[in-house]
């Protein structure tokens, strides 16, 4: 093999005729030329660069790099692959596990828009469209293209790659859409993979943990509140054979906020309280003849919503408190500043109202 220019001013090597096993035969002038570069660049950054590298001693094998940088004495290995022919996804997948499996990284490299962008590790490069006509990166970072203007040289990124200022990092479901003629082509990628600076990557990953632990939270309030409706359920019939029991002439049940008359089998939801009981269900005693409606009963109401206020004015007022369990009514008393036999517990005998 040999070096050669083409009439186009592309540096590449030619093939000698006595030579048919060497390991760059059969690959395109462009695919040679951009797989030097590369070395180049590698070197430049101050580390080995072995072209077409093969497994070594303790190696499982199944890959041969286009070029495989290394530094003396140190473990880390990276394997930058010119990829211009077709190749899946799936393909680039278990060829990058492949390196993988031998503790190599991986950064792919096409001058296309391949389909396998963004699912492995890789970018799209292309001239530079000025004087000196640059291969830079377009595609593959964990950015837009109106944020790459202009687009980085390949030789920065596999600088900053190998110094550890750019990384591999996850960046969740891709959209984007390529010019393709006179139309444009999508891609979509559901768990996308991107060249990202270690900021960028702990950025996304205290994005993700606050989004983690505000689902957490809604999660967590939603278990909270299916509980509280199942307790106030169990405990409403008891408050409201109180109220029923209590009633004189001319006296009459409402519940909720605002109070209504009770028609049929009362459910949980009718009667419905706010901040002010505290969001605990409402049962009231309304007085037709004294036209005056009393504050009867307060089931369940939410402890932490309990201020010294509206403790206050319950026991003023010889508001009942009801709990589902005892262990209900135990917390209740605490927050409210009450006796425990001051709150009632459902299905339990009432007992005197606090007032």
Known sequence: MHAKVSSRGLRFFAHDAAAPKCPSAGETPEHRELKNSVAEMVRAAGWEAFVEAEPGAGDRGGWRADVLAALPEQPRRVAFEIQLSGMTPAEGKERTGRYGADGIE????????????????????????DALGA??????????????VPAPPLSEVIVDFLGGQLLVDPIGEFYDQIPFGERTREYWVRDAVALRTPAEAAARQATEAKLRAHFAALEEHERHRAALMARQQAALPSALADAEAALTSNQRIQVGVPAKDV??????EEARGNE??????????????????????????????IGPGLAKSWATRGVRIYAADEGEASHLASVLGWSFRDIHVAGVPATPSPG
Do not use: M, N
């Open 135 to 148: 291969l830079v990166a377009d595609r593959g970072l964990a950015r837009t293209p109106k944020d790459l």
């Open 263 to 268: 028609v049929g089998v009362v459910t949980s």
């Open 276 to 305: 002010r009981t505290a969001y605990g269900r409402v049962v009231w005693i309304r007085d037709g003849l004294i036209r005056e409606t009393k504050l009867f009963a307060v089931v369940c109401p939410v402890a932490g919503r």
């Open 106 to 129: 991986v950064v792919w490299i096409s001058t296309r828009h391949a389909r396998w962008l963004y699912e492995i590790p890789g970018v799209r490069v292309c001239r530079r469209a």
